[in-house]
């Protein structure tokens, strides 16, 4: 049998896939007036400022202006439920 066929098969990864640095409402909550990439980085909740993708888990209480590359459907409901805006940012 020929050699190709003795080695197991690995998987396939992606060369174009994008890694989203993913912050969470509940770690939002704790910031006032606005938060960018360049503020979550400064303190230390991610490590580059480069696609950050805000989730839903957690509640805010109060409106923020959040600038993110993506977020979820569950975060941008709770940010205008609560007042505040979610703006997209492009890297």
Do not use: C, W
């Not at 704790?30 to 696609?51: A, R, S």
């Not at 977020?71 to 997209?88: H, N, P, Q, R, V």
């Amino acid at each position: 049998m020929p050699i190709i066929r003795r080695i197991p098969k690995r998987g396939f990864k992606n060369p174009f896939r994008v890694e989203y640095a993913v912050v969470n409402l509940k770690t939002l909550e704790k910031f006032d007036g606005e938060v960018t990439p360049q503020i979550l980085k400064e303190k230390g909740i991610i490590k580059t400022v480069e696609n950050v993708k805000v989730l839903g888990d957690g509640a805010i209480s109060k409106p923020l202006t959040i600038h993110a590359a993506k977020f979820s459907k569950s975060a941008l409901k709770k940010i205008e439920d609560a007042g505040g805006k979610a703006i997209t940012i492009d890297n």
